[in-house]
């Protein structure tokens, strides 16, 4: 899929869709109409048809009963041919009781001679022979005929019977001339309709023109328009109003975030509850303390945010020197140096980390909400861990607030149960959450043994957020499938027990500008340190991915199509390297453990298969990467590939864009990353589909300047708009919002109560 075309659709007007669905229903109409309409009558003429013969032959029987007994055929024909002169009667036969012929008219058909039409009219009865009166309906090439035997009777016994040869010719006529009347009638109604509701749709939109037009230029409106009108205008004014706004302060910046937290929640700190710290302090070998930049996406989007909030960042303290760098209470103040806010370690024992961590948020949780063939693994140890941990972290939110209504920002899948343990302690916090990995859809999700508990413990947040409106309709769904609670799907709400969670998505992104490339060498300083460190030669391309050792980052996947554009692309063998940057993951863990032995072997057998001389296509860097150097890899690189097979955002796409402030570079990224949906310039494709891929990165290596600049400028202008600052202004200023409508709220029924 690298190219998505879109191809144009004409979508006729509601009118005009009315329009046609009328014809077509008039048209079907007008044919079973014809069908019914043609039936009734052809019952009525054969009726009346019959009628005729009885009526005819009654009128000359006594001439026929004379002349019969004489045998007298030819004043017999006289008679037959006298009955003849009725114009629907085509012929006449006079049939003896022994089934001779006594006289026919001219022309009679030979078919409907006595002896054959005799069958039908003698019965066998107990005292002899008698006829009966016998009718059919049969087609001559003529047209259609109705035949008819009528006995004719002297003193109740036959004597004979005769034959009347009917034309039924002027039904078929006459069933024509009424399927045309209809068709036209029906017809004529059709176009008037159409006419009808067409002019009636255009009056009644000029009307309703003409009437917001009227208020847009400040007159007063027919009074039933009143409603609708006033909404409409309320609506526009919140639009303009909010638009205004936005245009007025511009981009997101640390700045504007702080006059956000300042307007909307007046200035308060803010608490984020995080696994995972930002600065870990790590013993050397050499005996000294150093600090590390964990590969952690999560990491990524929140510092920046808590510098330009100040506050404090609640996470485990996993580093070996953590607890030395830290007071009694386990603060320590970060930035090193700039000391912009603090973070709280909480200090974890080895069965917790075990259980909470490894067990059921990494092999229980992450492969559930992952599409990546992994089955998740719930054992009930790991989840009592999972609940006391969450249950610490919930006490240190009320250890570290200072006011009655705190906000508190809670991160990820490690945290589903604190937000209702933070509420239980302080009612009036404003809790959002902030789920970074995709949620799965109800029938997965039901897979987990305390998905209710999982589902409540969210519900205590006032904003759930997820990274995609998809993510919010899957746990919308799994709320409505799996807990007793009313689901407000206008507002995007659940409302619990008189208590309303908001459910928003908030496409997280990166700083912007980034804080490494203040300090990181142009362009072309990288690419030569690069790759002198690499040993290519000036004339190499180079393709870079970076990542944590996860399974469900499609590392094997990558390295196959690497693979396969060396098949096809022969020339490039010697010329192009791909270097992945693979930061060891949840190493406990024998799904990573085999992660990291398959993509050596893979790797190994690619540069076995192509490499020669000192040239290996592939180079596997699996260490931990401080981001000046990550950022240096990106700015070195010809192509970034990331292939996740699922993912819910994905900040290296966002990162390797944000690195290239030369406009150069091109980023080929999978369909099932979250960034997907926003970095529509880069190459997408599926990472399962190696051949797709393998084109994508020829595609890339191939691309002139000018289309990496284009596609560049493109994605880098998106991103420098839809920053973090963003993402974590508009969750605040929704909780603000959130706040205020709770307080009016609670001053009102804190007056109803005192009435
Ligand atoms: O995507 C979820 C997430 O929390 C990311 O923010 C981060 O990239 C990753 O998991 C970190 O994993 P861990 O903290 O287990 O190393």
Redesign the pocket.
């Known amino acids: 899929m690298l190219i998505c075309a879109s191809h144009e659709r004409v979508i006729p007007r509601p009118a005009t869709r009315f329009v046609i669905a009328l014809v077509f229903g008039l048209a079907l109409l007008t044919w079973v109409a014809s069908l019914v309409v043609s039936r009734t009558t052809r019952d009525w003429f054969e009726k009346d048809v019959g009628m005729r013969a009885q009526l005819a032959v009654s009128g000359v029987r006594h001439g026929l009963l004379s002349h019969w007994k004489a045998e007298d055929g030819d004043d017999l024909h006289a008679l037959l041919t006298e009955l003849t002169r009725d114009e629907r009667i085509l012929a006449a036969a006079a049939c003896g009781k022994d089934l001779s012929q006594l006289a026919t008219t001219a022309e009679f058909p030979e078919q409907f001679g006595c002896r054959s039409i005799g069958v039908h009219v003698r019965q066998a009865a107990p005292s002899g022979l008698v006829f009966v009166p016998w009718k059919t309906v049969t087609s001559l090439p003529g047209g259609k005929v109705y035949v008819s035997a009528i006995p004719l009777l002297d003193q109740e016994e036959a004597v004979g019977f005769v034959v009347l040869v009917h034309d039924l010719s002027f039904i078929e006529r006459r069933e024509a001339s009424v399927r045309w009347f209809l068709i036209v009638a029906f017809g004529f109604s059709a176009t008037a309709a159409a006419t009808i509701t067409m002019f009636a749709a255009r009056v009644s939109w000029h009307e309703w023109r003409g009437e917001i037009q009227r208020v847009l230029k400040g007159e007063t409106p027919r009074p039933e328009f009143h409603p609708l009108l006033q909404d409409v205008l309320d609506l526009g004014e919140r639009i303009a109003a909010e638009r205004q706004a936005d245009s007025e302060r511009g981009v997101w910046t640390p700045q504007r975030l702080k006059q956000a937290l300042n307007q909307y929640l007046r200035g308060e700190r803010i608490i984020i509850v995080?696994?995972?710290e930002p600065y870990i302090h790590e013993h050397t070998p050499g005996g000294g303390v150093t600090i590390l930049h964990?590969?952690?996406?999560?990491?990524?989007?929140l510092e920046p945010v808590m510098r330009a909030c100040s506050g404090v960042w609640i996470a485990h303290g996993s580093g070996s020197a953590d607890r030395e760098t830290a007071d009694a209470q386990g603060h320590v103040s970060v930035p090193p140096g700039e000391a912009s806010y603090v973070i709280r370690r909480v200090w974890l024992s080895d069965e917790d980390v075990r259980g909470y961590?490894y067990g059921f948020?990494?092999e229980g949780l992450?492969p559930l909400c992952h599409i990546a063939d992994t089955r998740p693994v719930f054992r009930s140890e790991d989840w009592k861990h999972y609940q006391a941990v969450n249950q610490t972290f919930a006490d240190a939110v009320a250890e570290e607030v200072d006011i009655e209504d705190p906000i508190v920002l809670v991160?990820?899948?490690?945290f589903a149960l604190a937000p209702r343990l933070i509420r239980e302690r302080l009612p009036r916090a404003t809790v959002i959450s902030f789920w970074?990995?995709p949620w799965p859809n109800p029938d997965r999700f039901g897979i987990c043994p305390w998905r209710h508990e999982l589902l409540e413990g969210l519900l205590g947040s006032s904003i759930v957020g997820f990274q995609t409106r998809f993510d919010c309709s899957n746990f919308i769904d799994a709320v409505d499938r799996y807990l007793e609670s009313r689901i407000d799907r206008a507002q995007q709400a659940v409302v619990q027990q008189g208590r309303t969670t908001l459910v928003r998505p908030y496409p997280i992104s990166t700083e912007w500008p980034v804080r490494w490339l203040e300090t990181a060498p142009s362009v072309s300083a990288c690419r030569a340190g690069i790759f002198a460190e690499l040993g290519l030669p000036a004339d190499a391309l180079l393709g870079v991915g970076v990542d944590?050792l996860?399974y469900t980052k499609g590392l094997e996947e990558r390295l196959l199509a690497v693979e396969r554009l060396l098949e096809r692309f022969p020339a490039l063998c010697g010329r192009f390297t791909f270097a992945q940057l693979a930061a060891p993951?949840?190493t406990e863990i024998d799904r990573y453990r085999q992660l990291n032995d398959n993509v050596e072997r893979v790797a190994a057998r690619i540069n076995e298969r192509f490499g020669r001389g000192t040239y290996r296509p592939i180079v596997l860097l699996r260490e931990h990467y401080e981001p000046p150097a990550v950022f240096t890899y990106y700015r070195a690189a010809d192509l970034c590939y990331v292939s996740s097979l699922h993912?819910?955002?994905n900040?290296v796409a966002k990162e390797f864009v944000a690195a290239r402030d030369d406009e150069r570079g091109v980023l080929v990224l999978s369909q099932f990353a979250g960034a997907a949906r926003e970095l529509t310039e880069a190459l997408i494709v599926n990472p399962y589909d190696v051949d797709e891929a393998a084109a994508a990165l020829a595609v890339a290596l191939e691309m002139p300047p000018d289309e990496q600049r284009a596609r560049m400028r493109s994605m880098r202008a998106y991103l420098s708009e839809f920053n973090v600052y963003r993402w974590a202004g508009k969750m605040l200023v929704d909780a603000g919002r959130l706040r205020d409508r709770e307080r009016l709220i609670g001053r009102l029924t804190h007056m109803e109560r005192a009435t």
């Open positions: 995080a696994n995972r964990p590969a952690s996406g999560l990491v990524t989007a961590y948020a990494n992450w991160q990820d899948y490690h970074h990995i944590r996860d993951s949840r993912d819910g955002m900040l």
